[in-house]
């Protein structure tokens, strides 16, 4: 749910839906809280939000498979899927499948170097994705309620998550070069500059 000011300047909920990423992380502090301190219901809890996710929130995209929406509804505009790569880390889905083996989460992990391949242009992060089957991600400027307009596509707030998920992946971990390799243009512009513009 996003609470902000309206293009009148009320204060209301601009956004009614959940925000899936927030789901995810916890469901997974959930599971892992009833693992670390041995509380069942923290562990039922936890499965119970992944059943729910899976069906609410996860879009099994034509000639890609299933992938993390933003949020229950909104996302998918007829053959059309809107996405945040920021929404998925790889680790934490692989953590998901190993609570939930028969869930989509392995999938969904398997994926995301080649969402990110196919994202991030130029090997710069996007906030937002669009996917169009049969042609492929391409990355949009549409704004969501409550974030401040911009002209084109961006990689600001959102896509610094990807970066963050990318340098926490274990290096052990085969995704993990492939990972930072779709986005590996951010650390050669890092190169003889103080900060991202």
Not at 6 to 17: E, H, R, S, V
Not at 41 to 50: I, K, Q, S, V
Request: charged share 20%; hydrophobic share 40%.
């Amino acid at each position: 749910m996003a609470l902000g000011k309206d293009k009148d300047g009320q204060w209301k909920i601009l956004d009614a839906n959940p925000a899936s990423d927030a789901d995810v992380w916890t469901a997974y502090t959930l599971i892992e809280a009833g693992r670390l301190w041995r509380i069942p219901n923290d562990t039922n809890l936890g499965r119970g939000m992944l059943a729910l996710i899976a069906k609410s929130e996860v879009a099994d995209l034509p000639g890609f498979g299933p992938t993390l929406l933003p949020g229950p509804s909104g996302f998918q505009h007829d053959n059309t899927f809107t996405l945040n790569p920021s929404y998925l880390s790889s680790f934490l889905f692989e953590r998901l499948a190993a609570s939930d083996p028969a869930g989509p989460w392995h999938q969904i992990a398997m994926g995301i170097p080649r969402l990110l391949q196919q994202s991030s242009r130029h090997g710069f992060a996007m906030d937002w994705v669009e996917y169009v089957p049969g042609d492929g991600f391409h990355p949009v400027a549409d704004q969501r309620p409550g974030e401040t307009a911009v002209e084109g596509p961006c990689g600001s707030y959102d896509a610094i998550r990807v970066y963050l998920w990318a340098g926490l992946t274990n290096p052990a971990d085969a995704e993990r070069a492939l990972i930072l390799n779709a986005v590996a243009a951010l650390g050669a512009y890092l190169a003889d500059r103080d900060a991202p513009r």
